[in-house]
């Protein structure tokens, strides 16, 4: 199974995550990674126990990193946090991106 990325980012972000996942897209398509977001999560589906799986399975976590994004509670206190923790513990590769400015961290 390839390794899964999971994109953080505002809904406020949401052509800035359409751009990354169109960027990433030729390499799911090769089966080199998966991505996931949260505009995955299908009808009838909980929200937090999608996110909460997709988290603990990403290999990757890129952040798409804007004022929005750093003013959502839920980012702030769910997502980083989290993603942070598995950093420490296991490894996880974490890339903060800054759509405005066009810059890779």
């Not at 090769?30 to 290999?59: F, H, S, V, Y």
């Not at 993603?83 to 974490?94: D, K, P």
Request: hydrophobic letters at 40%; one cysteine or more.
């Amino acid at each position: 199974m390839p390794p899964t990325v999971f994109l953080s980012y505002s809904h406020k972000d949401e052509a800035w995550k359409d751009r990354l996942v169109t960027h990433l897209a030729g390499l799911e398509r090769n089966g080199l990674l998966r991505t996931w977001n949260d505009r995955l999560i299908q009808a009838g589906q909980k929200c937090l126990p999608e996110i909460e799986t997709a988290m603990e399975e990403a290999r990757v976590a890129v952040l798409l990193m804007s004022p929005d994004f750093l003013a959502s509670k839920f980012i702030q206190t769910r997502e980083v946090p989290r993603l942070l923790e598995r950093r420490a513990q296991e490894g996880v590769h974490m890339v903060p991106h800054c759509p405005d400015h066009g810059l890779l961290y």
